[in-house]
């Protein structure tokens, strides 16, 4: 629950220095995306807490239904429903940590890259390549509202982490939404 809350001020802190940068440079559809999105993140913050707060209860209705499903007259499944649902989990944590690695190093080979190509221009004020400049260039929206500090990047970057994790949450739930499909926790 302590973690939950914890990524939740982060997605704050993101959904609030994403609206100041829309004020300071106008609403577009373009720049209008990142707003949207940190809102469902905490949204989706908001259910995780509720769907913990009703945990045992869940989980009481779901072993009735199980037990129900698992009497002669249905087939029996060789896997039961909370192996389904750990091994969906799993496949989604799964495609999140492979989709942020793939964005985390495509963002390091493009600011290496930019550092060396601009390094090699007569007026450049870049100088050697290192972590903080990389999340000052690569989170500047955050540092519009925050001092910068390496606790409060480290910090952003592992609310990033979440927030791809819900990406990709959201991408597998979408066929279900196409059908008509309610989630879960709705």
């Known amino acids: 629950m302590f973690v939950a809350l914890l990524f939740?001020?982060?997605?704050l802190v993101l959904n609030l220095s994403m609206l100041k940068l829309l004020f300071k440079f106008g609403i577009t559809a373009k720049n209008f995306g990142g707003l949207v999105f940190y809102v469902?993140?905490?949204?989706?913050?908001?259910?995780?807490?509720?769907?913990?707060?009703?945990?045992?209860?869940?989980?009481?209705?779901w072993t009735r239904v199980e037990?129900?499903?698992?009497?002669?007259?249905?087939?029996?499944?060789?896997?039961?429903l909370s192996?389904?649902?750990?091994?969906?989990?799993?496949?989604?944590?799964?495609?999140?940590?492979?989709e942020h690695a793939l964005y985390l190093s495509s963002a390091i080979i493009s600011y290496r890259r930019h550092a060396e190509l601009c390094s090699k221009?007569?007026?450049?004020?870049?100088?050697?390549?290192?972590?903080?400049?990389f999340i000052v260039i690569n989170y500047?929206?955050?540092?519009e509202v925050l001092a910068y500090s390496r606790i409060i990047a480290l910090y952003i970057m592992m609310a990033g982490?979440?927030?791809?994790?819900?990406?990709?949450?959201?991408q597998f739930d979408e066929p279900n939404?196409?059908?008509?499909?309610?989630?879960?926790c709705a």
Not at 8 to 11: L, N, W, Y
Not at 121 to 133: A, C, E, Q, R, Y
Not at 161 to 170: A, P, Q
């Open 8 to 11: 939740m001020a982060a997605s």
């Open 40 to 61: 469902f993140v905490q949204c989706s913050c908001m259910l995780f807490i509720d769907a913990a707060r009703h945990w045992p209860t869940l989980i009481r209705y």
């Open 67 to 80: 037990l129900i499903f698992s009497k002669p007259r249905y087939e029996v499944l060789k896997r039961s």
């Open 83 to 98: 192996q389904r649902v750990r091994l969906s989990a799993l496949i989604i944590i799964g495609c999140s940590i492979v």
């Open 121 to 133: 221009l007569p007026n450049s004020t870049i100088g050697g390549v290192s972590f903080d400049k």
């Open 140 to 143: 500047p929206y955050a540092f």
């Open 161 to 170: 982490t979440k927030v791809t994790y819900e990406l990709v949450l959201l």
């Open 177 to 184: 939404r196409r059908k008509g499909l309610q989630p879960l």
